[in-house]
């Protein structure tokens, strides 16, 4: 596959949902109508089988595809193609009573009963056989249908098992990571109360009632959970592989979801999908949901600098959030198109026909429970496919390319929340990462959100706030990066602790980061959640006096200029932000966490300086947000409008675009109806 492409048998953007006949099998009609329904809403794909195994496997060993068959067939005869799921995200009820061993054992070590869905042990060889049987025969008989386009493996996959199988497999990932008992005890720092271990069998998992307090089994236990999915995972997908290495394979990650660290499947998925669901209009604006999804839209793109699939979203409801809103008009289109400006080539939806029945009845569908076409979310639906056919041509071969990025990385974020001080209220990891990244949302700047071990040398700002854990070769790379003329910005809580959490001694931040960022830390005081300092601006570029949060690091320069001092408590007058020249670029600390009336003027002032581009070439509005896909044939231009009011947008001077919605061609100035978008060319 290319670099866009999502599947080879289908060149186009994907419009589809979950889709679970199997629920409709006793009655007569649904099929049929649901297919003519999926014309009406302009779908090319839907994914089915997502919880199908016991109408695949009624019995141990007894199956039945003929259902499956004609399902497929009958779809794809109507211009309809199925992404096909391996049904491993509920196993039936047959298997937990014949293997009992195949449930997960909780963090209690009690072992669950049957019941609901991703309640298995990945670790577990008769769960691991019987997945193995059931893909072989999904691989054998659907491989080469040309009407499956791609594989979903499991679905939303999470969730750790304490049970005595895994325990022994942690014991052996250990082993072969550390070697000896020594080596685990030294990275450990197991002296500290008296908890080195003599014999391997006498180490358990971080259980409440038991070892919670060493931050090294902490870290390594959530990587060991993290590689038995990963290794899960590959089973998964070997005999669809051998059945056809060109059907591409999939896993919709979650918004958010930090359990796994997603990046350890990258080197084994062909294609990043997730599942978005923003609490839209739950807040008194929806301009943080905007920003928290876009977030996590461009997390997703940058895994595999390439397009994504937005796999579910909901078309209007959840079941779940605490106040199930319905999408205002306008919405379901908005946030379609926020999808494609991140990079996404789909836009999908959880689900197709509302269930009858249990957990999901009330959460919204493509078709209600009224079973018609004339409501307003299927109008809605049929608008977004109008909509994705009339920019399939210009936007399928196009991508984002950005030249800033900001470091979240899973396995710093563990450790960050794990560190037992300076601020057990809660570090904000999540929260501060949005904020550096918010400055270049709003501004119209694409931005990459990466993993610490990614390569760098492709952006030209690097954002690293709270960069806690330093990991193999990344003090070197950064100080690479900055060496070779680029910028970097980073914090407080940056290059204390090692891969397993020992602090480093001697002068921090460590492993060189002091020379780059030209300082050295002497301590730090953490504020509780009411109070706050104050940041005093001595730079000529920025100015004013702008609140700081959460931690005052207190830091001497060596090398570094001070351009901003603290202006209140017994340390006013130390350095709070700092540029600092290292090589041919630069490195800024921000020693506390400034107050978005300081990241948005610096961050504009860095944008400005190296010609960093905009969508639009200039500030927006409060609300307004733009992005750019660029391909062969020139740029797209996504602007959205996430207020509930109309508002104007100034476009460049001397330019005209096509907007590729209504056709017309515009220039200087447009106008976005409240939570409206448009898209130009």
């Known amino acids: 596959m290319s670099k866009f492409e999502i599947t080879p048998r289908l060149l186009k953007l994907l419009h589809g949902a979950d889709y679970n ?97 991703h309640n298995h042990c990945y670790t577990s060889p008769v769960f691991r056989r019987k997945t193995r049987e059931m893909n072989t025969r999904l691989a054998n008989r659907y491989a080469n249908n040309p009407a499956v386009i791609m594989w979903h493996i499991s679905n939303e996959i999470s969730g750790q098992c304490f049970c005595p199988l895994c325990q022994a497999a942690f014991r052996e990932w250990l082993k072969k990571k550390y070697g000896s008992l020594e080596a685990l005890n030294d990275a450990w720092y197991t002296t500290f109360w008296s908890q ?48 056809n290495p060109g059907i591409p394979c999939t896993i919709n990650l979650m918004m958010f979801h930090t359990a796994l660290d997603y990046s350890k499947f990258m080197p084994y998925l062909d294609v990043v999908s997730w599942d978005a669901y923003p609490m839209w209009h739950n807040h008194t604006d929806d301009f943080g949901n905007a920003l928290a999804t876009a977030f996590n839209h461009d ?46 080539n789909t836009v999908q939806y959880f689900q197709w026909r509302q269930s009858n029945g249990s957990c999901e009845k009330f959460h919204s569908a493509v078709v209600s429970h009224r079973g018609k076409d004339d409501t307003m979310i299927f109008k809605n639906v049929a608008e977004v496919g109008d909509i994705l056919k009339k920019l399939n041509d210009d936007i399928y071969y196009t991508t984002v390319n950005a030249k800033v990025a900001i470091i979240y990385d899973i396995e710093n974020k563990w450790a960050i929340e794990d560190s037992k001080g300076p601020r057990n209220d809660g570090m904000y990891y999540n929260d501060i990462a949005m904020s550096h990244y918010r ?40 100080a690479e990066f900055v060496s070779s003329g680029k910028t970097l910005i980073s914090s407080y809580f940056t290059g204390l602790v090692n891969e397993t959490d020992l602090c480093y001694n001697g002068t921090l931040p460590a492993l060189g980061l002091d020379q780059v960022f030209g300082l050295w830390e002497e301590d730090m005081d953490a504020l509780c959640d ?144 409240a939570l409206g978008a448009r898209v130009l060319k």
């Open 439 to 478: 400055a270049f949302w709003e501004n119209g700047v694409s931005c990459d959100v990466i993993d610490s071990t990614k390569d760098f040398t492709k952006y030209d700002i690097l954002i690293a706030p709270m960069l806690y854990m330093l990991k193999g070769d990344v003090p070197k790379r950064l």
């Open 196 to 243: 080195r271990y003599t014999d391997w069998e006498q180490i358990e998992p971080p259980v409440d009632h038991g070892m919670t307090v060493d931050h090294g089994l902490n870290l390594d236990w959530n990587r060991f959970c993290t590689d038995q999915t990963v290794d899960f995972y590959k089973e998964e997908i070997k005999p669809l592989k051998e059945a």
């Open 530 to 673: 009411h109070q706050s300092n104050e940041i005093v601006i001595k730079d000529g570029v920025l100015s004013g006096s702008h609140r700081s949060l959460y931690i005052c690091d207190l830091v001497h320069p060596t090398t570094a200029e001070v351009i901003g001092e603290y202006g209140k408590d017994w340390y006013k007058g130390w350095p709070a932000l700092t540029k600092n020249s290292f090589g041919k670029g630069e490195a800024y600390y921000f020693a506390t966490h400034p107050d978005y009336s300081l990241l948005k003027p610096f961050y504009e002032s860095l944008i400005d300086k190296y010609g960093i581009k905009r969508a639009l070439g200039a500030a927006l509005p409060f609300g307004v947000t733009a992005s750019i896909r660029e391909g062969e044939n020139g740029e797209i231009v996504f602007i959205e409008n996430f207020l509930h009011e109309s508002v104007k947008i100034s476009l460049p001077a001397g330019r005209e675009y096509k907007d590729l919605l209504s056709g017309e061609t515009v220039s200087s100035e447009i106008e976005l109806e």
């Open 299 to 344: 997390w997703m793109r940058s895994y595999k600098d390439k397009p994504f699939m937005m796999m579910e979203n909901t078309p209007s409801t959840t079941n779940w959030h605490g106040a199930s809103r319905l999408k205002a008009p306008g919405m379901l289109k908005l946030s379609s198109i926020q999808a494609l400006a991140h990079g996404s």
């Open 21 to 117: 006949p199997e629920q409709w099998l006793k009655v007569p009609g649904v099929f049929e109508k649901d297919i003519e329904y999926m014309k009406k809403a302009g779908f090319n794909c839907v994914t089915v089988g997502v919880f199908s195994w016991s109408m695949l496997e009624p019995e141990d060993g007894v199956y039945n595809f003929d259902w499956l068959d004609k399902v497929i067939n009958t779809l794809y005869e109507n211009g309809i193609y199925t992404i096909l799921a391996t049904p491993t995200g509920a196993r039936p009820v047959w298997m937990t009573h014949k293997y009992p061993e195949v449930s997960r054992v909780e963090k209690n070590l009690v072992r669950n009963l049957h019941g609901g869905r």
